[in-house]
C-alpha cells in the first residue's frame, strides 16, 4: 500500500469568501483546498504555508488543527493509470488566514488556477470532496 501525507488550509476572509485551487491532475479539473503532500522531514504546518504560497501566492498564518482525515483508495480508482496498490491518503486540515501576497495562478504544478468564492456557492462548484469534509471539520455552514 502506498501512502500520502498532505496537509490543507481553510481560508475565509471576511466577506464569507473561502480560498480553493483548481486541481488538474484528476479525471477532470475540479476546485479543491489549497494544500499538498508533504516533502520527506517536511512539518505539516511548513508543509501547508509552502503549498498555499505555490498554489494561490499567498503567505499565510497557520491556525488550529481543524482534524485529519483519513482514506484508503483501491487501486482501480486511483488517478494514477498503472497504479497497482491502494492509496492510504492521511489529510490534514488547518485553519489559515492571510498575512501578505496576492493572488496568482500556479504554473506548471499541480493545480492550475486559484480564486475566491462566496460561501453559498460552493455546492454549484465542482469540487472534490476535500471541500466538503475541510468545511465540517471547521464547523463552516455553506
Not at 483501491?74 to 496576492?102: E, F, K, N, S, W
Given at each position: 500500500?502506498?501512502?500520502?501525507?498532505?496537509?490543507?488550509?481553510?481560508?475565509?476572509?471576511?466577506?464569507?469568501?473561502?480560498?480553493?485551487s483548481?486541481?488538474?491532475?484528476?479525471?477532470?479539473?475540479?476546485?479543491?483546498?489549497?494544500?499538498?503532500?508533504?516533502?520527506?522531514?517536511?512539518?505539516p504546518?511548513?508543509?501547508?504555508?509552502?503549498?498555499?504560497r505555490?498554489?494561490?501566492?499567498?503567505?499565510?498564518?497557520?491556525?488550529?488543527?481543524?482534524?485529519?482525515?483519513?482514506?484508503?483508495?483501491?487501486?482501480?480508482?486511483?488517478?494514477?493509470?498503472?497504479?497497482?496498490?491502494?492509496?492510504?491518503?492521511?489529510?490534514?486540515v488547518y485553519?489559515?488566514?492571510?498575512?501578505?501576497?496576492?493572488?496568482?495562478?500556479?504554473?506548471?504544478?499541480?493545480?492550475?488556477?486559484?480564486?475566491?468564492f462566496?460561501?453559498?456557492g460552493?455546492?454549484?462548484?465542482?469540487?472534490?470532496?476535500?471541500?466538503?469534509?475541510?468545511?465540517?471539520?471547521?464547523?463552516v455552514?455553506?
Amino acid at each position: 500500500m502506498d501512502l500520502r501525507v498532505a496537509a490543507y488550509a481553510v481560508i475565509i476572509d471576511e466577506d464569507d469568501r473561502i480560498l480553493l485551487s483548481r486541481w488538474i491532475e484528476g479525471r477532470r479539473p475540479a476546485w479543491t483546498m489549497p494544500g499538498g503532500g508533504l516533502d520527506a522531514g517536511e512539518d505539516p504546518a511548513d508543509a501547508v504555508r509552502r503549498e498555499v504560497r505555490e498554489e494561490t501566492g499567498y503567505r499565510v498564518q497557520v491556525g488550529d488543527l481543524l482534524g485529519i482525515h483519513s482514506r484508503v483508495i483501491p487501486a482501480g480508482r486511483r488517478v494514477t493509470p498503472d497504479a497497482v496498490a491502494p492509496l492510504h491518503t492521511l489529510r490534514i486540515v488547518y485553519r489559515a488566514r492571510i498575512v501578505g501576497g496576492r493572488l496568482r495562478n500556479e504554473v506548471g504544478g499541480s493545480t492550475d488556477r486559484a480564486d475566491w468564492f462566496a460561501l453559498s456557492g460552493v455546492r454549484r462548484l465542482h469540487r472534490v470532496k476535500l471541500i466538503d469534509i475541510a468545511l465540517k471539520m471547521a464547523d463552516v455552514a455553506y
